[in-house]
């Protein structure tokens, strides 16, 4: 990893989020040249999670306690990792997965995205892959030019994924059921931390995604329920 020259928090909206977990500036911005420090790692994850981050949550703080509780849980596990083995950086690796349920407008996304940008400040290194369930099949699907296999791949081995609004389609084809159970059962099987939002229940989990793809997910994930209004609604009135 090469050495990422101090950033301009105004730019990345970090001031309230370091402020918020005890972070100073002056040890982010830290003249360590060392491309291996934590705080390097914090900067050059900050720059990439700005490239994948939609500009509406851009600002996007993860509050929620259980969210919160499953980032320590990561990160420590990271570090634990990277002290066991004398590597240079912690490093995320594998780890339980994390399902948002709740109706539309609750706040699922503002804390996945939120974990993301939590995630980034720490000087723990991931590389991760966001994407909505939709543009993931748009993005796998069979096409000339496109090597869908490769383009899996991508989805199947990132360290950290997050999937928005799984199992939003009505009616699910042959083709997203294959989709859905190849890469959840992959992440399964290796133990790879996964991060999903979806607008259904419990009980709709099972019918919209299938026995097989679900009890994989009540397994490796831990289950957060959002509920309340559209808060979209809220702000649009």
Same mark, same amino acid.
């Given at each position: 990893?090469?050495?990422i020259?101090?950033?301009?928090?105004?730019? #990345?909206?970090?001031?309230?989020?370091?402020?918020?977990?005890?972070?100073?500036?002056?040890?982010?911005n830290?003249?360590?040249?060392?491309?291996h420090?934590?705080?390097?790692? *914090?900067?050059?994850?900050?720059?990439?999670?700005?490239?994948? =981050?939609?500009?509406? #949550?851009?600002? /996007?703080? /993860?509050?929620?306690?259980?969210?919160? &509780?499953?980032?320590?849980?990561?990160?420590?596990?990271?570090?634990?990792?990277?002290?066991?083995?004398? /590597?240079?950086t912690?490093?995320?690796?594998h780890?339980?997965? +994390?399902?948002?349920l709740?109706?539309?407008?609750?706040?699922?996304?503002?804390? *996945? #995205? @939120?974990?993301?940008?939590?995630?980034?400040?720490t000087g723990?290194a991931?590389?991760?892959v966001?994407?909505?369930?939709?543009?993931?099949?748009?993005? +796998?699907?069979?096409?000339h030019?496109?090597d869908?296999?490769?383009?899996?791949?991508?989805?199947?081995?990132?360290? =950290?994924?997050?999937?928005?609004?799984? @199992?939003a389609?009505r009616k699910?084809?042959?083709?997203?059921?294959?989709v859905?159970?190849?890469?959840?059962?992959?992440? #399964?099987?290796?133990?790879?931390?996964?991060? %999903?939002?979806?607008? +259904?229940?419990?009980?709709?989990?099972?019918?919209? +995604?299938?026995d097989r793809?679900?009890?994989?997910? %009540?397994?490796?994930?831990?289950?957060?329920?959002?509920? @309340? /209004?559209d808060?979209?609604?809220g702000?649009? &009135?």
């Amino acid at each position: 990893m090469q050495w990422i020259p101090p950033i301009n928090p105004k730019r #990345y909206h970090l001031e309230e989020l370091l402020t918020a977990r005890g972070i100073s500036l002056d040890w982010l911005n830290s003249n360590d040249l060392d491309p291996h420090s934590p705080a390097n790692i *914090a900067r050059h994850s900050i720059t990439k999670a700005a490239d994948v =981050i939609p500009f509406h #949550y851009r600002s /996007a703080i /993860a509050d929620n306690p259980e969210v919160q &509780a499953w980032l320590t849980e990561l990160i420590g596990q990271a570090r634990n990792d990277q002290a066991s083995r004398g /590597a240079p950086t912690a490093t995320i690796t594998h780890g339980r997965s +994390l399902l948002l349920l709740g109706p539309t407008g609750t706040g699922k996304t503002h804390q *996945a #995205y @939120g974990a993301i940008r939590e995630l980034a400040i720490t000087g723990v290194a991931a590389t991760w892959v966001v994407t909505t369930a939709a543009d993931m099949y748009a993005a +796998l699907r069979p096409r000339h030019g496109v090597d869908s296999e490769t383009e899996f791949r991508r989805y199947r081995n990132a360290s =950290i994924l997050l999937i928005d609004d799984l @199992g939003a389609e009505r009616k699910p084809t042959e083709f997203t059921e294959e989709v859905n159970f190849r890469l959840i059962n992959w992440r #399964y099987e290796h133990q790879l931390p996964t991060l %999903i939002t979806s607008n +259904l229940v419990r009980r709709e989990i099972g019918e919209r +995604l299938g026995d097989r793809v679900t009890s994989r997910l %009540i397994e490796m994930c831990q289950v957060v329920v959002f509920k @309340g /209004a559209d808060r979209r609604r809220g702000e649009a &009135a």
